[in-house]
């Protein structure tokens, strides 16, 4: 027969200030669990935002990254003609060829600058890009005029609509701010292509971006478009390739997170079985009385089991909550394959919680274990004497 | 001191207890030497830098080149002594999964400017005398279980192909904190197989005198200001500080974690603490009866935190020193000379002591307090 839950309860009740400081400890490694999982996987989730699985990019073949990519005018000419390209609602082909380079911008709070991605677009680029304009205008053609993604205007100076800002030796005037969905395209500044490609790198572009007509043609314009003798090209997906981008940072993230709650986590499995051991040791002649009573030794075994995994799941809760707040929270890294700042936010998703939330209730089953386990051996005789 | 006997006594009643707890205190000592290593080997990285060498890169970005005509120029300016420059190559070596850092640079002005890269004089000669030669860092070769004489071919990302080098020297940084993890091979190999088409990534110079850094800065930057590659001229430090931001805040998340450890650790130790004297209750109230006074019943309870926690930080922190101090733990290359210092070291024994002291605190006054009559009580 299994003891009610109450009797567990009630005892945890008994003892306020050891359940709540084994809890607390408990609780203090799931919000660190949950916090540097969501900081990993917001900085993933932005940088495969970026990329729409309907999109192609061209690179340079054997460019790793935007930055180390040269399409020519002429290829960019061959590659626009290509039949499987969709056609946007004005009639022009969704294609946009990009100039994509690394400025020096001076940051708003504190001193120094910062890298920033700029990006040279065409009028197609907001319809394929999927951005818009959420204040301001949209930059004109032919004017030194450019559009700042909005997790750039409050971390740098000169951000406003109507202010300038300077680099590459021209002046650029912000006349407008964009919204990319939480993509790595809101840490960016994009002007026309144009205006950009003098000024920095001569008569190249970095990458040609195409929305596909049908998404699985996107086999059949790959073999085409790297097969073709007058390109070296080589064509990827556009989310597979950002997502690529994140994997580095992704991985070393994911690894120290695991890697400092771990060692946490035994700590706070010695707090769990410190306060289980001397819980059951102060209980010894309410155990003797349970199994006079008749209670099998498998149930008093279950029954402390599940005392220890209630105090966890109350720290369990507790680290959720606590670590809840950093949701959308933004902050910054460096985007290795760009040497650039990229903004991201915090994400605390359900799923993250409920590992947090379980791996609580692993730390105080596994804390619980031996305890309980001395509790069920309880001899009656000598518990009573 | 006499009652020495009787602290170590009360630490061996349980036994378990004291032992899962001085491990909570190493485990959590340890991990905060480790996070807190991890930012003074970033800043170490930052100090290794000569106070003499100015780094010259691209006013936009570091990623744009700059004319080779101005080696001649920056060699005229005041104070500057040496000149020498280097190239970003960007390539990528076998499944391209293991980063590493690919320079081409100029043998004769380079390794004049760098005396803390370490190479024997036969090899420097060999690597010297060979155009598609390579001088590849201790650390990296073995990585790759590389040896002297092997041909490695890096495909380029930057410069398209494949480049196939034979490595001919070895260097051992003769400072720790130094690089030991790069590849460096001909600017003229470089320059002749794109066609003339590569330039300088950026310029290194050696000054006579450190204190001539700010005027030689202002006098490099004023010159090119109006050309078409302006420059962004700063001292070593403020060039390698600038790869240390790319980390992001790693000195908040480091310390914010830092701060969690300990804390929940805290809480595990200040649990036993209480515990502990909380089932001594009635013992306490004998000792006092028999003459203990209130003050050694409180040293008695606080000796007894202080030295599960000191004994915890001696094998965390120890236990970190050792495992580091080898210099066998890089992150992959990514953190040269990672050890841990002898402030950290400090810092630890300091949180140790306040550790014992918070967790002692309650359970040592209670005792101290104590009233015999009403404790008593309770005893059967």
């Known amino acids: 027969m299994k003891i009610p839950l109450v009797y567990n309860l009630r005892s945890i009740a008994q003892r306020p200030v050891s359940t709540a400081m084994t809890a607390l400890g408990i609780t203090l490694v799931v919000a660190v ?8 996987g917001g900085f993933q989730a932005a940088l495969v935002k970026t990329g729409s699985p309907s999109n192609v990019i061209v690179l340079r073949r054997g460019a790793t990254s935007e930055l180390t990519s040269g399409i020519s005018r002429e290829d960019e000419r061959v590659l626009a003609t290509d039949p499987r390209i969709a056609t946007g609602a004005d009639g022009q082909p969704l294609i946009s060829p990009e100039v994509v380079v690394v400025v020096n911008i001076p940051r708003k709070v504190g001193e120094g600058m910062n890298n920033i991605v700029a990006r040279g677009v065409n009028e197609e680029a907001y319809a394929v890009r999927g951005i818009h304009i959420v204040a301001g205008r949209k930059f ?34 912000v006349v407008g701010h964009f919204d990319a969905g939480g993509s790595a395209l809101e840490s960016e500044i994009w002007g026309e292509n144009e205006q950009f490609m003098p000024v920095f790198r001569g008569q190249v572009f970095q990458s040609v971006i195409f929305r596909l007509k049908d998404l699985a043609a996107f086999d059949e314009a790959k073999r085409t478009l790297e097969g073709d003798q007058r390109l070296t090209v080589q064509v990827e997906r556009e ?5 690529a981008q994140s994997g580095m940072l992704t991985r070393i993230m994911t690894v120290l997170a695991v890697m400092i709650t771990s060692i946490m986590a035994v700590g706070a499995v010695f ?64 985007n290795w394959a760009s040497f650039s700042e990229v903004a991201f936010a915090f994400r605390v998703t359900p799923g993250l919680l409920l590992g947090g939330f379980v791996f609580a209730l692993v730390m105080g089953l596994v804390g619980g274990f031996f305890p309980a386990w001395r509790a069920s051996r309880l001899r009656v005789v000598q518990a009573l004497r | 001191m006499k009652l020495f006997p009787l602290v170590f006594a009360n630490l061996r009643r349980h036994k378990l207890r004291t032992v899962l707890t001085i491990l909570g205190v190493a485990l959590a000592t340890f991990l905060f030497a480790s996070l807190r290593s991890v930012v003074t080997t970033l800043n170490q990285g930052a100090e290794v830098a000569s106070a003499s060498r100015m780094v010259v890169t691209h006013k936009t970005a570091i990623v744009f080149p700059l004319p080779m005509s101005y080696k001649e120029r ?46 024997p004089p036969d090899q420097f000669e060999a690597f010297k005398n060979e155009r598609t030669a390579a001088l590849v860092g201790k650390g990296l070769m073995e990585v ?18 494949d480049w196939t080098f034979t490595i001919r020297g070895v260097y051992t940084p003769t400072v720790r904190a130094f690089d030991d993890r790069s590849f460096m091979f001909h600017y003229d190999y470089l320059y002749e197989h794109t066609d003339h088409r590569a330039i300088p990534g950026w310029f290194v110079l050696r000054l006579s005198d450190p204190s001539l850094a700010p005027q030689v800065a ?27 931001t790319m980390w992001g805040n790693v000195r908040f998340l480091m310390n914010s ?71 066998g733990v890089t992150m992959n290359g990514m953190l040269p000379g990672f050890d841990v210092t002898a402030g950290t070291l400090v810092l630890g024994f300091v949180i140790a002591a306040v550790l014992a002291l918070a967790s002692g605190i309650v359970p040592a006054l209670r005792a101290a307090r104590l009233s015999i009559v009403q404790a008593l009580r309770h005893v059967e």
């Open chain 1, 33 to 40: 669990f949950v916090a540097m999982l969501a900081l990993a």
């Open chain 1, 140 to 173: 004109e053609s032919g004017k030194s005029e450019i559009i700042l993604g909005k997790k750039i205007v409050p971390r740098f100076a000169h951000t406003a609509i109507g202010d300038s800002l300077r680099f590459a030796g021209r002046t650029w005037l």
């Open chain 1, 239 to 243: 989310s597979v390739f950002y997502a």
């Open chain 1, 271 to 334: 707090g769990a079985i410190n306060t289980m051991y001397a819980s059951v040791s102060s209980r010894t002649s309410e155990i003797a009385v349970l199994l006079t009573l008749g209670f099998k030794p498998r149930s008093i075994l279950a029954s402390f089991l599940a005392e220890s995994a209630a105090i966890a799941a109350l720290g369990g809760v507790a680290g959720g909550l606590l670590a809840l707040p950093i949701n959308g929270i933004v902050t910054s890294t460096t």
């Open chain 2, 74 to 119: 920056l060699a005229t300016v005041k104070g500057v002594e040496a000149v020498t420059w280097a190239n970003w190559f960007g390539g990528t070596y076998g499944d391209g999964k293991t980063f590493f850092a690919q320079y081409a640079v100029d043998p004769d002005t380079w390794f004049a400017m760098y005396p803390e890269v370490g190479v």
């Open chain 2, 144 to 161: 790759f279980g590389w040896h002297v004489g092997q041909d490695v071919t890096i495909r380029g990302s930057i410069y398209p192909g």
């Open chain 2, 218 to 244: 202002q006098t490099v930057d004023d010159m090119f200001q109006n050309s078409s590659d302006p420059t962004k001229t700063g001292t070593e430090k403020a060039f390698n500080q600038g790869f240390i």
């Open chain 2, 257 to 327: 974690i830092g701060m969690a450890v300990v804390f929940a650790i805290l809480m595990v130790t200040a649990n036993a603490m209480m515990m502990t004297a909380r089932e001594r209750t009635g013992e306490v109230a004998v000792l006092k009866t028999i003459g203990f006074t209130d003050r050694t019943l409180f040293g008695l309870v606080m000796g007894e935190a202080s030295v599960i926690t000191l004994t915890g930080a001696v094998l965390g922190l120890g236990g970190a020193k050792l495992l580091y101090g080898g210099g």
